[in-house]
């Protein structure tokens, strides 16, 4: 099986900073998209911002510019710093990771168990 354990939420003030680390564990063959994704209450979960296996990065509009993705392949892990924070942005935040566990295996898509980020006015 394969795990994705989240890490770094927590509350701060709007203005402030955040890196989320999201690291992979388990029988794991590749990892090709990495991407972290997030919930408000009442909203549906979003796309906040994406790496593939060879470091190209995508990212909402809302997050251009303020938060940055990057990941250590030799680690499985990913991160997401996140500068210049707004209240907006709070919502729990899900680490998101297609997986292959052998060379002949399909993608397969796994999820952490999210981690709170929380932006106060």
């Known amino acids: 099986q394969v795990q994705l354990v989240e890490s770094g939420g927590g509350l701060v003030q709007a203005g402030g900073s955040l890196r989320l680390s999201c690291a992979a564990s388990?029988?794991?063959?590749?990892?090709?998209?990495m991407g972290w994704y997030r919930q408000a209450p009442g909203k549906q979960r979003e796309l906040v911002a994406s790496?593939?296996?060879?470091?190209?990065?995508n990212y909402a509009d809302s997050a251009k510019g303020r938060f940055s993705i990057s990941r250590d392949n030799a680690k499985k892990t990913v991160y997401l710093q996140m500068n210049s924070l707004k209240p907006e942005d709070t919502a729990i935040y899900y680490c998101s990771a297609s997986v292959r566990i052998t060379s002949l295996s399909t993608l397969r898509t796994y999820w952490g168990q999210g981690t709170q980020v929380t932006v106060s006015s």
């Open positions: 388990g029988i794991i063959f590749s990892i090709d998209f």
């Open positions: 790496i593939t296996s060879g470091g190209s990065t």
